[in-house]
């Protein structure tokens, strides 16, 4: 077992205040990994008290004294690669390759929002009397919770942090259960580098009773989440009592259009990327598969081979693309969304089970095909390997198909014709668009959904938004 980390609550190692621990559990044996704090109510407040008295002296740093631990913790994440993601896949499965990947992209929001800290500007407003100038002042928000998902266990926190801490907020973070000794793990870096006490403040444990304690201190002047779009609905009722400001990046069920005139060696690549990414288990990932009845057939003859070859288990067997998913409940759901579409008329052309003797909860990589809207993998997220596929004949049928989900996160097509390239990113009903590109994600791009995918944008200039409060000053000369 790892040694148990500690919380880090306004710049000190705190064990949660009772003593209290919970397991973190290796998905890809089911073995106790470590035991971390299950911390509650009265961290939070610990963590708020230190937030909330840290902020006027971070909050008046000039910007490049705040963007010096910033860029120093993107630095250390990069030299600290090989021992962050050997972590992330032992408590989060993702094959390694794909752990190392995600602490560079994770480092990149810190860089990026180091970059960003010097040129958070303000404005000067042409006022309608020669006496007077209207002068646009952009201040950071405060102390800001995020809670972040188990899916990216570096890299959400990243997106949040570094624009937050870069702005002058101060933050809490709380980890997802299964994935807190990465969080813990960048915290600890954290501490290293010199970032000072309370401005990032990190505890594990329990989600309500934290979430809880934040909303209810009105010192808590913002709450950013990345989940699902169930717990986003329970976080806007919370957020109501003291109207905290909030960004929620929530469920997807991107549709993935593969248009007649496509290159198709690229499209069965992005696919394939975006599929199977994180087993499945992202936000952004295809979930489904529209592809023009001229070419489906040997389209998905070609995908069929693809995804034959890729290789089950656990994440830290060299050569591993497929890893597990994140629990007993995530496979049993998979199943049974494949259990629906079978009987539901869809044949299963790869996969369709669970794997067999390779790790536990390893689904295999599953093709079904004559998927139609009433099927639950057609139109709910089913976060595994599965890749439902149906055929379309014309331009608006795929995109009135692709819309036709509560959901706006992210949409891919492939086609070569340009017209047709920018008329259909302008239809569909979606926050990011791939557009020949099944790898959308980069830390200078405004990454959010609309409609039932949540609200606000994290990335890029757009983050600074989200932690920033616009105050104007109309000032008569
Ligand atoms: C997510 O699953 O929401 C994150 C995916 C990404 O940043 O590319």
Redesign the pocket.
């Known amino acids: 077992m790892l040694p148990t980390p500690l919380h880090l609550i306004d710049g000190r190692r705190t064990p949660a205040a009772d003593g209290r621990t919970f397991p973190v559990v290796n998905p890809a044996d089911g073995q106790t990994i470590s035991e971390v704090p299950l911390g509650g109510a009265a961290e939070a407040r610990a963590a708020i008290e230190g937030a909330a008295s840290a902020f006027p002296g971070w909050r008046d740093l000039p910007a490049h004294e705040r963007a010096r631990p910033l860029r120093a913790l993107a630095e250390a994440m990069v030299r600290d690669q090989q021992r962050l993601a050997h972590l992330m896949t032992l408590e989060q499965g993702k094959p390694l390759a794909e752990a190392r990947g995600e602490i560079l ?1 994770a480092a990149s929001f810190l860089e990026w929002s180091a970059e960003e800290a010097r040129r958070i500007c303000g404005q000067v407003i042409p006022a309608s009397s020669v006496e007077k100038r209207i002068v646009v002042l952009r201040q950071p928000v405060g102390v800001c919770l995020a809670i972040t ?1 188990w ?2 266990p570096a ?2 926190i990243t ?1 949040k942090v570094g624009p937050a801490l870069a702005c002058g907020c101060t933050m809490i973070v709380k980890p997802a259960e299964q994935t807190p000794l990465s969080a813990l793990a960048i915290g600890e870096l954290a501490m290293q580098v010199g970032i000072p006490q309370g401005v990032l403040n990190i505890i594990t444990g329990d989600a309500p009773q934290i979430a809880a304690a934040c909303f209810a201190d009105p010192r808590v002047r913002k709450v950013t989440f ?1 989940g699902s779009t169930d717990v986003g609905r329970v976080l806007v009722r919370q957020a109501a009592d003291n109207l905290q400001r909030l960004t929620l ?1 929530l469920g997807g069920h991107a549709p993935f259009i593969v248009f007649e005139d496509a290159d198709i060696d690229a499209a069965l690549a992005g696919v394939m990327a975006s599929k199977f990414r994180n087993s499945g288990q ?3 990932c295809a979930n489904r598969l529209l592809v023009h009845r001229s070419i489906i057939e040997p389209f998905t003859a070609r995908l069929a081979e693809h995804m034959r070859a890729l290789k089950v288990g656990a994440g830290l067997e060299p050569g591993v693309t497929v890893g597990p998913l994140i629990d007993d409940a995530a496979v049993e759901k998979v199943e049974s969304h494949v259990a629906d579409a079978v009987e539901r008329g869809a044949v299963v052309r790869v996969g369709g089970s669970r794997a067999m003797g390779t790790a536990m909860r390893c689904f295999l990589p599953t093709l079904l095909e004559r998927c139609t809207p009433e099927m639950r993998c057609w139109c709910e997220e089913t976060f595994g390997p599965v890749l439902p596929v149906a055929s379309f004949e014309t331009e608006d049928q795929a995109v009135a198909m692709a819309n036709d989900t509560p959901y706006g996160l992210a949409a891919y097509f492939y086609t070569r014709d340009a017209s047709r390239l920018m008329r259909v990113a302008e239809r569909l009903e979606f926050g990011v668009i791939g557009a020949n590109d099944a790898l959308p ?1 980069t830390a200078q791009a405004p ?1 959010g959904g609309m409609k039932q995918s949540g609200w606000g944008r994290e990335g890029g200039a757009f983050a600074i938004d989200a932690y920033t409060e616009i105050k104007y000053m109309s000032w008569r000369l």
């Open positions: 992209y998902p899916n990216f890299a959400m997106r990345t990046e992202t936000c952004i994600s990454f």
